[in-house]
């Protein structure tokens, strides 16, 4: 059974930095391509970075790259999302998702979620 767990997420001030982590269970990290995805009130789920088997393929959404970034540690078994420079447009919640194939930004082309962990930036 595929478990995949969030944490990290958390009330933070504009310019601040937070580290997401997602915690998997029944795959391997280093086999498996994941991405992270946020959903903010009202809006639809949208796709924020990605990470695939090979080293150095990782892909983000414009409007964080530079800001933002992917990795694993294959030893925990745990991908991380690496947030720095937030800001308010950031406040969503947070999901990881995997079962899917590097490059894909679409939520249906995966098939594990994790529950979500909130992150909100305040101006």
């Known amino acids: 059974q595929v478990q995949l767990v969030e944490s990290g997420g958390g009330l933070v001030q504009s310019g601040d930095s937070l580290t997401l982590s997602c915690a998997a269970s029944?795959?391997?990290?280093?086999?498996?391509?994941m991405g992270w995805f946020r959903q903010a009130p009202g809006k639809e789920r949208e796709f924020v970075a990605g990470?695939?088997?090979?080293?150095?393929?990782?892909n983000y959404t414009d409007s964080v790259k530079g800001r933002f970034l992917i990795s694993r540690d294959n030893a925990k078994n745990t991908w991380y999302l690496q947030m720095n420079s937030l800001k308010p447009e950031d406040t969503a919640i947070y999901y990881c998702?995997?079962?899917?194939?590097?490059?894909?930004?679409?939520?249906?082309?995966?098939?594990?979620w994790g529950q979500g962990t909130q992150v909100t930036v305040s101006s």
């Open positions: 998702a995997s079962g899917g194939y590097y490059g894909s930004r679409l939520r249906r082309d995966y098939a594990y």
């Open positions: 990470i695939g088997r090979f080293e150095g393929h990782t």
């Open positions: 029944g795959i391997t990290v280093r086999t498996y391509p």
